[in-house]
């Protein structure tokens, strides 16, 4: 566009009071406060410009259609702009716990009761019963020494603070043996060395990368030893040529070198999986039965509940972690603790647990299911205009998700989609920016929907943006 022309066309962008003066615009300024709308008609107006320099935007042929088209944007920009940044998106891409998307949903038992506690005070460190002072941990001690046979239990705001405060407590200065393969890295380039580091205690390796036995435990225990520690590779496994110690194993040569055993858990699972063809996943119950003397696992994985780190074990061990001074800094918050004992009563009946707690509802639905769900979806999209998208149904697979499961393919039934209007790549933005976003994959060129992470309430939200996207 020559320089006079542009000219003419900046022209055409009307005054911020010209656009506060319409109508439209004055409905916006009695719904959203006067600074946001200010803020959006500035922006827009600002971006009008750059467009206009780069060729990019042609006006309207009239001023008045003109200003229609940048009141729409402006429209837009001020919605956009009243959002939450953290706020609601459905979940298509079939990871089931996905760290990036708030990793596991809440049941609705465990909403009405972080409802409930919201709404006013509460109980929080609070002893109804002697009318003094109480302890926030008392409130989910009970049920998770119930539901799991330990001793003792603390919680603190997630699983890195759980080993960090637990090493700290038990090994400060001194040597944490540990087998080199199980030096877990996690989401964020978290690694467990530094972890390890940053609690005061000495990482001290042994075996290799792939074969661990119990004698190099044994070799290594020094004077300067305090703690054995295991660390469950939820997030990888190493196969082949390949040989590890068993918590047995461990908890046994702790015995007889009066020497406590940890073991981080990672994913927190309190439900034996292997019914739903999920393996290698063991559960916090039978790991205790087993012996160690502390336990740490997520609350927001596979337990299905809040961000939580939970610590489970032998009372005179727990009782030490509880009087460590970072615990304060790490604590938990009301929220946390009346989601937390909500999602663990549901475990007290395991049939309603699979069923109501969306992460292992996720993790068991069967294939038959997910394939009626899918062709329900199906049948919203066939109603959109046949040239809007090439549209297939495939099998396909899900993944458990926040480090659990690695190995683990679940069969599910996906819908892919190609526009014929945009790029995929155009299609899979749209998505992002509706209202709910919608979070799919790409894969061969194609937007992915795998209904299994997608609530059945979900389902014509989806099918309504693919249609007002076209």
């Given at each position: 566009m020559e320089t006079k022309s542009k000219k003419n066309t900046l022209r055409f962008i009307p005054s911020v009071n010209e656009i506060l003066n319409k109508s439209s615009v004055?409905?916006?300024?009695?719904?959203?406060?006067?600074?946001?709308?200010?803020?959006?008609?500035?922006?827009?107006?600002?971006?009008?410009?750059?467009?206009?320099?780069?060729?990019?935007?042609?006006?309207?042929?009239?001023?008045?259609?003109?200003?229609?088209?940048?009141?729409?944007?402006?429209?837009?920009?001020?919605?956009?702009?009243?959002?939450?940044?953290?706020?609601?998106?459905?979940?298509?891409?079939?990871?089931?716990?996905?760290?990036?998307?708030?990793?596991?949903?809440?049941?609705?038992?465990?909403?009405?009761n972080l409802c409930d506690i919201a709404e006013g005070y509460c109980d929080l460190e609070y002893d109804l019963k002697k009318g003094e002072r109480g302890s926030r941990y008392q409130h989910v001690e009970k049920i998770l020494t119930e539901l799991t046979g330990a001793e003792s239990a603390v919680v603190v705001n997630n699983n890195a603070a759980a080993v960090l405060v637990a090493l700290g407590t038990l090994a400060n200065s001194r040597e944490v043996i540990i087998s080199r393969g199980e030096l877990i890295e996690i989401g964020g380039a978290f690694r467990l060395p530094d972890v390890m580091k940053q609690s005061g205690c000495i990482l001290k390796e042994v075996g290799t990368t792939n074969r661990t036995r119990i004698s190099d435990y044994q070799e290594a225990i020094s004077p300067e030893t305090a703690l054995l520690f295991t660390a469950h590779t939820s997030n990888y496994r190493i196969?082949?040529?390949?040989e590890e110690v068993s918590l047995d194993?461990?908890?046994?040569?702790?015995?007889?070198?009066?020497?406590?055993?940890?073991?981080?858990?990672g994913s927190g699972n309190f439900v034996d999986l292997s019914p739903f063809g999920l393996k290698d996943e063991p559960t916090v119950p039978v790991t205790i039965a087993k012996g160690p003397d502390v336990v740490t696992f997520s609350g927001d994985k596979l337990l299905g509940g809040p961000q939580a780190g939970v610590i489970l074990g032998k009372k005179k061990y727990l009782d030490l972690i509880k009087k460590n001074p970072l615990l304060r800094a790490l604590r938990v918050d009301k929220f946390t603790v009346a989601a937390l004992e909500a999602t663990l009563q549901e475990y007290l009946d395991e049939t309603t647990a699979i069923s109501d707690i969306p992460v292992l509802r996720m993790?068991?639905?069967?294939?038959?299911?997910?394939?009626?769900?899918?062709?329900?979806?199906?049948?919203r999209l066939t109603k959109i205009s046949p040239d809007a998208y090439q549209i297939s149904l495939e099998d396909g697979f899900s993944q458990a998700g926040g480090g659990a499961l690695p190995l683990q393919q679940i069969p599910t039934r996906l819908i892919t989609l190609i526009p014929g209007f945009c790029s995929v790549a155009e299609l899979d933005k749209r998505l992002r920016r509706f209202q709910p976003p919608i979070i799919t994959r790409i894969k061969q060129d194609k937007i992915i929907i795998d209904v299994r992470t997608v609530f059945t309430s979900e389902l014509p939200m989806i099918a309504e943006a693919l249609k007002k996207l076209t």
């Open positions: 004055q409905g916006l300024l009695s719904k959203f406060p006067r600074t946001v709308v200010l803020k959006s008609i500035r922006k827009t107006l600002e971006n009008i410009r750059k467009e206009i320099q780069e060729g990019v935007y042609l006006p309207a042929s009239s001023k008045e259609a003109n200003e229609d088209t940048i009141v729409g944007r402006i429209t837009d920009q001020v919605t956009e702009d009243s959002q939450p940044s953290l706020r609601k998106v459905i979940n298509a891409t079939g990871i089931i716990v996905h760290t990036n998307l708030g990793r596991a949903p809440l049941s609705s038992k465990v909403l009405k196969l082949g040529f390949t194993e461990l908890v046994a040569l702790g015995r007889q070198n009066e020497m406590p055993v940890m073991k981080d858990l993790l068991s639905e069967p294939y038959d299911e997910i394939k009626k769900k899918a062709a329900g979806l199906l049948r």
